[in-house]
C-alpha cells in the first residue's frame, strides 16, 4: 500500500517565522506536489517537483519554496510565515507516466499562523 | 476562467436515492479524468477514473463527452457513507499536472 507520511498533523505557529512542511513517500514516485485547501476555494496547487531537485510553480507560489534534495522527501517551507497562509496543507506522491496513475495524498497539515 | 468547474452543491438526498454530479473542463488538451472523494477532514482518495467510453464501478457510474468537455458522476442506490465531498480532476498536458474541481458536497440522510 503506498503511504504518503507528513511530518505534523497540526501545527502553530507565528507570523513572520520560517516553518517547513516535511512529506514522505514510501513508494519510489518521481512525482511530489504540495497543495493547500482552503473553505469554498478547493485545492489549490503550491509546488510540484517531477524528479530530484527538479521543482516547478503551481498556481500561487508566493510566499513558498520547495525543496527536493531526494526522491522520497519533498518539503514546503514558508520563509516568514503570514497569517494568510493558515490552511490545510496537503501533500501528495504519483509515478511518472501518461495515463491513469493515481495520485496519493498525505493526511495533511493543518497550519495556524497567529 | 478555472480548468474544472462543478456544482459546489450541498446535495442532500435520502438513502436509495439516486444522484448525479457534473462537471466541465476548459482544456480541450486533457488528458485523463477522475473522480476523487474526499470524506470531511480526511485527504482526498481515488474514486474511478472515467475513461471515453463510459465506465461502471459497482453502484457508481462515470461518463465523458470530449465534444462538450463534460464529465458526470451518477451514484445509485445512494448509501450513508456515501456522505462526502465529490472532487473532479482532469489531468492536463503540462508535466501531466492534476487540475481539482472546488468539490460538490453530498449528504445522505436516514
Known amino acids: 500500500d503506498v503511504k504518503v507520511t507528513q511530518s505534523s498533523r497540526y501545527l502553530v505557529k507565528r507570523t513572520g517565522e520560517k516553518v517547513f512542511l516535511e512529506c514522505v513517500q514510501d513508494m519510489d514516485h518521481e512525482n511530489m506536489f504540495w497543495y493547500r485547501q482552503d473553505p469554498g476555494l478547493g485545492l489549490r496547487l503550491i509546488y510540484f517537483s517531477y524528479d530530484v531537485k527538479m521543482k516547478e510553480k503551481g498556481d500561487i507560489p508566493e510566499g513558498y519554496s520547495v525543496s527536493r534534495e531526494k526522491k522520497e522527501r519533498f518539503s514546503l517551507i514558508l520563509e516568514s510565515a503570514s497569517t494568510n497562509q493558515t490552511s490545510m496543507y496537503l501533500c501528495?506522491?504519483?509515478?511518472?507516466?501518461?495515463?491513469?496513475?493515481?495520485?496519493?495524498f498525505g493526511p495533511g497539515t493543518r497550519l495556524l499562523v497567529l | 476562467r478555472k480548468e474544472v468547474e462543478q456544482d459546489p452543491g450541498p446535495f442532500n438526498v435520502p438513502e436509495g436515492a439516486t444522484v448525479a454530479f457534473n462537471c466541465t473542463y476548459s482544456n480541450s488538451a486533457s488528458q485523463s479524468f477522475f473522480w476523487y472523494r474526499q470524506d470531511c477532514r480526511k485527504e482526498p482518495k481515488l474514486l474511478m477514473s472515467?475513461?471515453?467510453s463510459g465506465n461502471e464501478d459497482g453502484r457508481f457510474t462515470a461518463q465523458l463527452n470530449r465534444a462538450s468537455q463534460y464529465i458526470s458522476l451518477l451514484i445509485r442506490d445512494s448509501k450513508l457513507s456515501d456522505s462526502a465531498t465529490y472532487l473532479c480532476?482532469?489531468?492536463?498536458?503540462?508535466?501531466?499536472?492534476?487540475?481539482f474541481g472546488r468539490g460538490t458536497q453530498l449528504t445522505v440522510w436516514p
Open positions: 472515467v475513461y471515453s
Open positions: 480532476v482532469v489531468r492536463g498536458s503540462t508535466l501531466g499536472r492534476l487540475y
Open positions: 501528495a506522491s504519483r509515478m511518472a507516466g501518461g495515463g491513469q496513475e493515481t495520485q496519493y
